[in-house]
């Protein structure tokens, strides 16, 4: 990855670690800030470089089901 696409990466990670979802932030919006036109391969440069996806540090990953219901 070259030096201008890792800042950018960088400073789309802080935006998303001081992002609210309940003020209508959002990764798809965040990256295309960042000059990430696709937010599913923003994903994974993302997920590459901090090990976790954006939309875990955003808070807006739906809950997990745990274990199976009957």
């Given at each position: ?5 890792r ?20 990764v ?11 937010s ?9 470089a ?21």
């Open positions: 990855m070259g030096y201008a696409k800042v950018r990466l960088e400073r789309a990670h802080r935006e998303l670690q001081a992002a609210d979802p309940a003020r209508g932030d959002t798809a919006a965040i990256a295309a800030r960042w000059a990430f036109a696709e599913d391969r923003f994903a994974v440069l993302y997920g590459d901090y090990g976790t996806l954006p939309s875990h540090i955003l808070g807006t990953d739906p809950p997990q089901r745990q274990g199976r219901t009957r």
